[in-house]
């Protein structure tokens, strides 16, 4: 009787090992880098000083991801100055914010503050740029999001899709 105890496990295997034919292909891997697109907002009291905007169709968003952006504040010596969102001005009756926020479809900018957003000069209202770059979570530890350099190198300095 000891001697089919010990033999049980073994005849076992030999019925029990899989044989058959192969299954087919799983999907290729895909490692998921960043993203970063670019809008083009006016301000005014007509659409309340917030503009909306779809985030496009080939940067697919997850939960996880994180979203930073950057507005167009100049250029100097031929390369675009950009600093990072939300961006606050002092003037001397008060402050002005741009901000935005976003969901997994959309980004929305806008402006707030305590000056009288009506009477701003149209270069602080109209035309403005900005940059969004969506980042997957795991991409952006230690990744210093207020340099938007520092964003496009993590990205692999992609083409930006432009949606102005």
Same mark, same amino acid.
């Given at each position: ?5 010990? @033999?049980?496990?073994?005849? =076992?295997?030999?019925? %029990? =090992?899989?044989?058959?034919?192969? +299954?087919?292909? *799983? ?6 880098? +960043? ?25 697919? !968003?997850?939960? =996880? ?6 507005? @167009? !504040? ?19 009756? *008060?402050?002005? @914010? ?16 305590? !000056? ?11 035309? %403005? ?15 210093? @999001? ?5 964003v496009l190198n993590a990205i692999g300095n992609k083409e930006i899709i432009k949606l102005h």
């Amino acid at each position: 009787m000891k001697k089919f105890l010990l @033999l049980l496990p073994i005849f =076992s295997l030999l019925f %029990i =090992s899989c044989e058959g034919p192969m +299954g087919p292909p *799983g999907r290729d891997g895909q490692v998921t880098v +960043g993203e970063m697109f670019e809008v083009n907002a006016s301000f005014n009291s007509s659409n309340d000083y917030q503009e909306f905007f779809k985030i496009p169709s080939q940067i697919d !968003v997850f939960e =996880s991801d994180v979203m930073a952006a950057y507005i @167009l !504040v100049g250029e100097f010596e031929g390369k675009d100055i950009w600093e990072p969102i939300p961006q606050t001005l002092f003037f001397e009756d *008060g402050t002005l @914010l741009y901000g935005f926020n976003y969901t997994l479809a959309d980004v929305s900018f806008f402006l707030d503050g305590t !000056v009288d957003l009506d009477y701003l000069d149209p270069s602080f209202t109209q035309n %403005i740029i900005f940059r969004v770059a969506v980042l997957p979570a795991n991409q952006v530890q230690g990744l210093n @999001l207020n340099n938007m350099e520092n964003v496009l190198n993590a990205i692999g300095n992609k083409e930006i899709i432009k949606l102005h």
